[in-house]
T-cell receptor, first 112, second 114 residues
């Protein structure tokens, strides 16, 4: 079974803090994704990565950056957290050429 | 820009009923369509994937149909059970600058009462 894990289920941070959300997958997938999920807006793509050290902006990249130094790990970084970044963050991975994305359990981030 | 809409936003049914969830999308140029299930506070689990050339897919009590020309998909759940209670999301795969990405609907929250 593919397993996608996220470092925290719940996180509370202060405005202005630098926040790291970590995602690890164990199936050697090339593609990895970060989404945020908000009521009434659904899931929106923040960033994705084709492969190690590669990254592409998604639909809402503002206020975020990412890092993919190793194939199994994709990090989402909030350089200076703001209250409007309070959300559920979901990571996913996909084997190159496959149709299916596998999702992690999510991190619910609250920025106070 | 592709937009995906799901109706109804919420649905409550008694156990044993057959039910239909609806999904519509604005641009028929899709690569495939997927239905996901999300339990409260959890990630997404893929239920069914329909390629753009297919009309339907079945898995157990679930049947998903796709009418690409009209921009519609339905998820049919037969003989619903309380364990089916969850949010159901539909998503289409579109090609954007050579990369395929998912565009999600906002989901239908289903409650099946014993």
């Amino acid at each position: 079974d593919v397993k996608v894990t996220q470092s925290s289920r719940y996180l509370v941070k202060r405005t202005g803090e630098k926040v790291f959300l970590e995602c690890v997958q164990d199936m050697d997938h090339e593609n990895m994704f970060w989404y945020r999920q908000d009521p009434g807006l659904g899931l929106r793509l923040i960033y994705f990565s084709y492969d190690v050290k590669m990254k592409e902006k998604g639909d809402i990249p503002e206020g975020y950056s990412v890092s993919r130094e190793k194939k199994e790990r994709f990090s989402l970084i909030l350089e200076s957290a703001s209250t409007n970044q309070t959300s559920m963050y979901l990571c996913a991975s996909r084997l190159l050429g496959s149709d299916e994305q596998f999702f992690g359990p999510g991190t619910r981030l609250t920025v106070l | 820009k592709q937009e995906v809409t799901q109706i109804p936003a919420a649905l409550s049914v008694p156990e044993g009923e057959n039910l239909v969830l609806n999904c519509s999308f604005t641009d028929s140029a899709i690569y495939n369509l997927q239905w996901f299930r999300q339990d409260p506070g959890k990630g997404l689990t893929s239920l069914l994937l329909i390629q753009s050339s297919q009309r339907e897919q079945t898995s157990g009590r679930l049947n998903a149909s796709l009418d690409k020309s009209s921009g519609r998909s339905t998820l049919y759940i037969a003989a619903s059970q309380p364990g089916d209670s969850a949010t159901y999301l539909c998503a289409v795969t579109v090609t954007n600058t050579g990369f395929q990405k998912l565009v999600f609907g906002t989901g239908t929250r289903l409650l099946v009462s014993p």
